[in-house]
């Protein structure tokens, strides 16, 4: 499972289909009957590739620098979207830091749930699949508006979570309308999705081959030990592709904040998303062309931060090749 | 709790007998509560939708003094139109992008795996590459061309996509798994004079059932809780899909009609629960080993 996956976050490394030996062809047919099928059965992808994804992409990348509000033609503008985003835009550094703290704070929680979890299922419990139903279920549901509308509920001024808190004595704030806390609340909602990555876990600690805990056993190995010397080290690919990709669906995330602050990214920017902020500038103002640079800053984040990723797994994580 | 997960962790494959008895009450303890954390939020909502109105806030008590199922009535009605009309859009859409991803996907798929043509290789780094490109930077332009189609207001920019093996995800898992197919099969087909498309039709598609359904179902739960899409594309109010619909509930109902919200809120998950309790093992293979998102 690990190869897998390392490859689907790792496009480089994937090993190509294999190329066709060069043996001489049966009938030596025309290069046009020769390669027609292969094109014959890509041409609904090509049409989508050049036109739904390389097309627009170069596109977006022409209009971030032009002035665009879908009436008049864009206007180029020379690099004026990128300086006002970096100098003059409070926004931006708004919904910047909002998006890197909820990065920051959902993913390592999250992962660490998914880990405990799977690590306290993988002990050989009885009614495992029972249990890994239960957590998954969260992260299945979870995307959806009706969970967004249920979280707001939950953590409003009167709603259970303050009724709970109530049971203690404590008078719990209004969680959702104060900028304090309401980012807090999406947090709490990306780890209760702690699910998926935990699957993920779960098989990953079962392709750890079990002779290597017998023969640590016999060496008299403290569990500790064989935890920080054969788990964790082993695990280490699995942990690798948790995080990469918890980590970039954390800066797509969209939907949670909208529905709680129903489209402004409040109260006072405090859950302004990077994407809900994106969302705002493109479709409430038709800044198309700003908000295609806010894309295209998003997209150079997000690839830093996967090629940073890659670069630092030389140094911690565990390939057995 | 993760605390002492860590700690006692590293007999995770060892046998349960070794095990004294108390740790496993203690274990069992544990997850049993952790469960009922989990599950909390997803049964207050479904109590809520029955409970009266003024039971809801106030108490967190799981149990509705007495059923009222009149909420299930009122949601329906709850947002203009009715909420069969957003269900029957999101169906329509869901299952569209369902048939468009598996054909157009298992097509690529197909020239990709077995077929052997110039450029190959080069097409196939790029599709792969196309897999890390955040959706972000090609939204504005696909909604400018949209526009310009004259789509937008439509069902057509949320489906016609989906025809386009636009989810290369799926492409690449579909390659995965043709060709674990042995190749021999197609071979011997080929040489008995078979065309490229019978090969494709008669021989990898009914041989690929359990990736093509992994794709179905991913591709229907993805469209199923898309917001963003119906969000950008769709206006009109009967044109709305179930999310849209019930954001646009709360929005017109303000802080009144709580139950009725929680009712739409349960019914709209319904399809997804269904689809948890039936095809649980293919959502966690999919998850497990090939890293769907879920």
């Not at chain 1, 910047?96 to 002990?123: D, H, I």
């Not at chain 2, 199922?69 to 569209?96: D, E, P, T």
Request: glycine share 6%.
């Amino acid at each position: 499972m690990g190869n897998r996956h390392d490859s689907a976050a790792q496009a480089g490394r994937i090993a190509l289909p294999d190329v066709p030996a060069a043996t001489a062809p049966r009938k030596a047919p025309g290069a046009l009957s020769r390669n027609a099928p292969g094109y014959l059965f890509l041409l609904p992808w090509f049409i989508g590739f050049f036109g739904l994804t390389l097309g627009p992409a170069l596109i977006s990348l022409y209009l971030s620098f032009t002035d665009y509000n879908l009436l008049q033609a864009p206007n180029m503008v020379g690099l004026d979207n990128y300086v006002r985003i970096f100098t003059a835009d409070d926004k931006f550094i708004s919904s910047m830091k909002v998006t890197l703290f909820y990065v920051v704070c959902s993913v390592p929680l999250k992962l660490a749930f998914a880990l405990g979890v799977a690590l306290l299922l993988n002990r050989g419990i009885k009614g495992l699949p029972v249990y890994r139903a239960i957590f998954y279920l969260p992260s299945l549901l979870g995307s959806s508006v009706a969970i967004a509308v249920l979280w707001r509920q939950l953590f409003d001024s009167d709603g259970v979570v303050n009724t709970l808190l109530g049971h203690f004595g404590i008078q719990g704030p209004s969680w959702i309308s104060n900028p304090n806390y309401s980012l807090y609340t999406l947090i709490v909602l990306a780890v209760w999705q702690f699910g998926s990555p935990m699957i993920i876990f779960l098989a990953g600690l079962r392709q750890i081959p079990t002779d290597m805990y017998e023969a640590a056993s016999l060496d008299g190995a403290s569990k500790a030990r064989k935890f920080f010397k054969i788990t964790l080290p082993l695990l280490t690919p699995v942990i690798f592709f948790n995080a990469v990709v918890q980590t970039i669906d954390a800066f797509k995330a969209f939907t949670p904040a909208y529905v709680i602050s129903s489209g402004t990214g409040g109260p006072i920017d405090s859950t302004l998303f990077y994407t809900l902020y994106l969302y705002q500038e493109g479709f409430g103002y038709f800044r198309m062309g700003y908000a295609s640079a806010l894309a295209w800053i998003l997209v150079i984040i997000i690839a830093l931060f996967t090629a940073f990723s890659f670069l630092s797994a030389r140094y911690w994580v565990h390939y057995d090749d | 709790m993760t605390d002492a997960t860590m700690v006692s962790a590293a007999d995770t494959v060892a046998p349960p007998r070794g095990r004294p008895r108390w740790l496993s009450v203690l274990i069992h303890a544990a997850l049993f509560i952790a469960s009922l954390i989990m599950l909390y939020p997803l049964l207050w909502m479904l109590a809520g939708s029955v409970k009266n109105q003024n039971e809801i806030f106030g108490t967190a008590s799981l149990i509705p003094s007495h059923f009222d199922f009149s909420s299930y009535v009122r949601g329906w009605m709850g947002a203009q139109v009715s909420f069969g009309k957003f269900f029957w859009n999101s169906f329509v859409i869901a299952v569209l992008s369902v048939i468009g991803n598996v054909i157009s996907c298992s097509l690529a798929a197909y020239a990709f795996a077995r077929l052997k043509f110039r450029g190959r290789n080069f097409w196939f780094a790029l599709m792969l590459g196309t897999l890390m490109l955040p959706y972000h930077v090609t939204l504005i332009p696909q909604y400018i061309l949209f526009l310009k189609l004259g789509w937008v207001k439509t069902f057509l920019p949320l489906i016609v996509p989906k025809f386009l093996a636009v989810d290369a995800f799926f492409i690449f898992l579909m390659v995965q798994f043709f060709r674990g197919i042995p190749r021999e099969l197609d071979e011997a087909a080929m040489m008995d004079g078979c065309s490229a498309w019978r090969i494709y039709w008669k021989i990898m598609l009914p041989l690929s059932l359990p990736v093509l359904a992994t794709a179905a179902i991913f591709s229907f739960l993805w469209t199923w809780d898309d917001f963003f899409g119906p969000l950008i594309y769709l206006s009109d109010i009967n044109t709305y899909t179930v999310q849209l619909g019930l954001r646009s509930f709360v929005d017109s109902t303000g802080s009144s009609d709580w139950s009725g919200l929680f009712a739409m809120s349960s019914l709209s998950l319904v399809p997804v629960f269904l689809i948890f309790l039936f095809f649980q093992r293919l959502l966690i293979d999919g998850i497990a080993t090939a890293g769907l998102k879920r």
